[in-house]
């Protein structure tokens, strides 16, 4: 089914149908991704796509599960030239669900895949959003930067510091001596 923006659902339907949901959003939707580009039109789109899905877990129950995949790109700020810079994000996530976060922090340190609390209204657009933010690169940088990169401190023309005389001969001068 083709959303504009993510819905909110209920976990437990969603994977008992084998849900599954895609949509292009437009970035505007989503404020934290948007505080994180600079200049960057608005419109860009971001597009996501989620299956649900009942299968077994570590212990052999039934649990739902969810697989996320979304692709965008945020322009940021080259770290060697300052200049901007469009990094593509792609991602691609499995989560199972459990029925409370006392679970879910029991589990976690013993499985692989990313768990995350069953609700009837699981906002899938701050997942979408988080998941992004979590793919955001440390220090993001062009391939090969458009403009020379500066590698030395000061420039050339810049003035070299002037020698300060030394305190004690101004004065011993005023000594006389």
């Not at 895609?22 to 600079?38: C, H, M, T």
């Not at 879910?104 to 701050?126: G, I, M, Y």
């Amino acid at each position: 089914m083709q959303h504009n923006h993510p819905p909110i659902l209920d976990i437990t339907h969603a994977a008992q149908a084998k849900t599954t949901l895609q949509g292009q959003d437009a970035l505007s939707n989503y404020e934290r991704l948007l505080a994180e580009s600079v200049g960057q039109d608005n419109n860009s789109a971001v597009q996501w796509t989620v299956r649900f899905d009942v299968r077994g877990n570590p212990a052999g129950e039934p649990s739902a599960w969810l697989r996320l995949t979304v692709d965008t790109y945020l322009v940021q700020t080259c770290q060697r030239c300052l200049q901007p810079t469009e990094v593509a994000l792609h991602v691609d996530r499995a989560f199972r669900f459990v029925a409370s976060e006392a679970v879910a922090e029991q589990e976690d340190d013993d499985c692989d895949e990313d768990l995350l609390v069953s609700s009837r209204t699981f906002d899938l657009a701050a997942l979408i959003e988080d998941e992004v933010l979590l793919e955001l690169p440390l220090v993001p940088r062009h391939d090969v930067c458009p403009v020379p990169v500066k590698t030395v401190v000061a420039d050339a023309d810049f003035d070299a510091p002037t020698v300060k005389p030394n305190p004690f001969a101004a004065l011993a001068a005023l000594k006389g001596e």
